[in-house]
């Protein structure tokens, strides 16, 4: 029964082809392009309205070299909260409760953060490594401290993206295979764990559009 749970981590084939590449590629099919004329549908005015003040409020905190990150966070954030959406509807599968998808990202955005940084301020990023004040015994510490705090930060961000969205489906899949032993035993106690699965089921859609924003947010914080 444990082995069935995690069955819905494996990537799907079909034929002997993966289908998470279809599963990537999709999200861009369900978004409407832009038209050439003056007067938009409202479907397009709320996607750029959306799109326009997530941009906004992401590029607050940086400066105006950070601000050519933009178009690449903007479709980073709007990627990854379409596949942890699409995840959560029935018999779907969801890419980015894979480690190496996660990983994938987060390695060679955050390595390009580290490289930018060395290349346009080489001495504010190296100063990152050791506060200012520090007692002289204690800077070869310290340097080594901050040196693996910046180097685990790629697989802090794959691992916090993959548990949340793991551990979210888990606990549905569990609830749901309880509700289905229950009901016909004890109908009271299947429904109040039916009312107790709707509201993970909300909690789980918001934790989905979170990690997403978390995801883009910490780069642009390492940025």
Do not use: C
Request: hydrophobic share 60%; net charge positive; no cysteine.
């Amino acid at each position: 029964m444990m082995v069935s749970f995690f069955d819905q981590f494996a990537s799907p084939s079909y034929l002997g082809i993966p289908l998470i590449a279809i599963a990537i590629a999709l999200p861009w099919v369900l978004y409407p392009t832009p038209p050439a004329r003056w007067i938009n549908n409202r479907l397009i005015t709320i996607q750029g309205w959306f799109i326009n003040r997530f941009t906004n409020q992401l590029m607050l905190p940086l400066n105006v070299g950070g601000h050519k990150w933009a178009l690449l966070l903007a479709s980073l954030m709007i990627f990854l909260i379409t596949i942890n959406m699409l995840g959560l509807l029935p018999y779907t599968f969801t890419p980015t409760t894979q480690l190496s998808l996660n990983m994938g990202f987060a390695v060679p955005l955050w390595l390009a953060t580290v490289i930018i940084g060395m290349r346009n301020q080489p001495t504010i990023a190296l100063g990152h490594l050791l506060p200012e004040g520090t007692p002289i015994p204690l800077i070869p510490v310290l340097i080594i401290i901050e040196t693996i705090s910046l180097l685990i930060r790629p697989l802090a961000l794959g691992v916090r993206l993959t548990a949340n969205l793991t551990a979210g489906h888990l606990l549905i899949q569990l609830i749901a295979t309880a509700v289905f032993v229950l009901l016909p035993m004890m109908p009271t106690v299947a429904i109040l764990t039916a009312a107790v699965l709707f509201l993970l089921t909300l909690l789980e859609v918001a934790v989905a559009m979170i990690q997403a924003y978390v995801f883009v947010l910490l780069l642009s914080l390492y940025l």
